[in-house]
Antibody, heavy 120, light 110 residues
Framework: QVQLQESGPGLVKSSETLSLTCTVS????????WSWIRQPPGKGLEWIGY???????KYNPSLKSRVTISVDTSKHQFSLNLNSVTAADTAVYYC??????????????WGQGTLVTVSS | QSVLTQPPSASGTPGQRVTISCSGS????????VNWYQQLSGTAPKLLIY???QRPSGVPDRFSGSKSGTSASLAISGLQSEDETDYYC???????????FGGGTKLTVL
């Protein structure tokens, strides 16, 4: 059973960079598309982007200019960097993986989520 | 405003069958698979339906999904009190080149 665990600062200052890491355990990082999804308090879900284990990425067009997702297969980790953050980036950030290899979405495995607050 | 449109709320009584709709366009639901998620308060979403109508292992067969044209639906039969929570649809959008979500539907069991 794949398990995902997000880690990173829970408080980031406005205009700085939000950095989170997701550690994968219980399964292979290979052949999967790994995603980041966020949810502002009291609001709906927003897909941020994904990375394939080879390093191929795809980002939400609304965030593309500020987002970088990277993968370190040797550490079984993938990471999210979101720069120039504002209060609008305050959200619970989830890492997730699909049910099957090769699926782009259809996320069956999720981290528990981590709340990141952007302070002024 | 979400790309996929869901009713903000739905309700039903125990044992009843309820449906939640998800409306999109030819660039998303019309050409790509729809997934449904259930999210209990304070927890990560749970995959209920993938590939329009497939249930992951462990999801009760009370939950079913369907798609027709540019709309999809999640049906819950034999409604139970524990079904009272939020539900989201999602699909790939070819125009936006990314995954889009519905705004979510809060289901109340009366």
């Amino acid at each position: 059973q794949v398990q995902l665990q997000e880690s990173g600062p829970g408080l980031v200052k406005s205009s700085e960079t939000l950095s989170l890491t997701c550690t994968v355990s219980g399964g292979s990082i290979n052949n999967y598309y790994w995603s980041w999804i966020r949810q502002p308090p009291g609001k709906g879900l927003e897909w941020i982007g994904y990375i394939y284990y080879t390093g191929t990425t795809k980002y939400n067009p609304s965030l593309k200019s500020r987002v970088t997702i990277s993968v370190d297969t040797s550490k079984h980790q993938f990471s999210l960097n979101l720069n120039s953050v504002t209060a609008a980036d305050t959200a619970v950030y989830y890492c997730a993986s699909p049910l099957m290899p090769g699926y782009l979405y259809g996320w069956a495995y999720w981290g528990q989520g981590t709340l990141v607050t952007v302070s002024s | 405003q979400s790309v996929l449109t869901q009713p903000p709320s739905a309700s039903g009584t125990p044992g009843q069958r309820v449906t939640i709709s998800c409306s999109g366009s030819s660039s998303n639901i019309g050409t790509n698979n729809v997934n449904w998620y259930q999210q209990l308060s304070g927890t990560a979403p749970k995959l209920l339906i993938y590939g329009n109508n497939q249930r992951p292992s462990g999801v009760p067969d009370r939950f079913s999904g369907s798609k027709s044209g540019t709309s999809a639906s999640l049906a819950i039969s034999g409604l139970q009190s524990e079904d009272e929570t939020d539900y989201y649809c999602a699909a790939w959008d070819d125009s936006l080149n990314g995954v889009v979500f519905g705004g979510g539907t809060k289901l109340t069991v009366l």
